[in-house]
């Protein structure tokens, strides 16, 4: 059985994955507004793949004789600057994703719950990969500054971004 303070942690954590992959789900919505089809590519993939991290903590959490209790989600921004921006806040939202399983992590330590520290692992390298990829794409954006033949060429290469299920 999981402690009752972890369960109402892993389901905050599973409402923080579906805010994100709403939060994904309007850049995309933005970019593709701005005729870049490509970016709004790399956004939709972004927010399925979102959507399978909350899965993964849905599934351990039923596992683990503990109960979903899925809570409302926050409406996203939906006006965004520019593309810079976007990615400026995307790698802000990252940043702000590995805190909480950070403290997710604290609280399954504090519980000394072994199989949650075991699980929770695989979510504190994956934000590596998050943050990495958010900034990036954030450093290439600012070299072209954000517009022109080189946002054509980024758009193009996003593009070619295609979703596989990396929790499966
Ligand atoms: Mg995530």
């Not at 593709?32 to 490509?38: A, I, N, P, R, V």
């Not at 903590?57 to 409406?75: C, P, T, W």
């Amino acid at each position: 059985m999981i402690s009752d303070k972890l369960q109402d942690a892993i389901n905050n954590q599973i409402n923080a994955e579906l805010f994100s992959e709403f939060y994904y789900l309007s850049m995309a919505a933005y970019l593709s507004s701005e005729g870049l089809d490509g970016f709004e590519n790399f956004f939709i993939v972004q927010a399925q793949e979102e959507h399978t991290h909350a899965m993964k903590l849905y599934h351990f959490l039923n596992e683990r004789g503990g109960r979903v209790m899925l809570q409302k989600i926050d409406a996203p921004k939906t006006d965004f600057d520019s593309p810079v921006e976007v990615f400026k806040l995307a790698l802000e939202h990252e940043q702000h994703v590995t805190s909480l399983i950070n403290q997710l992590m604290d609280t399954a330590i504090e519980e000394k719950d072994h199989a949650a520290r075991s699980f929770l692992n695989w979510f504190v390298d994956e934000q590596v990969e998050e943050e990495a990829t958010m900034d990036t794409l954030l450093s290439k954006l600012k070299l072209i500054n954000g517009e022109g033949q080189g946002l054509l060429m980024m758009d193009k290469e996003l593009a070619a971004r295609t979703f596989t299920d990396e929790t499966a």
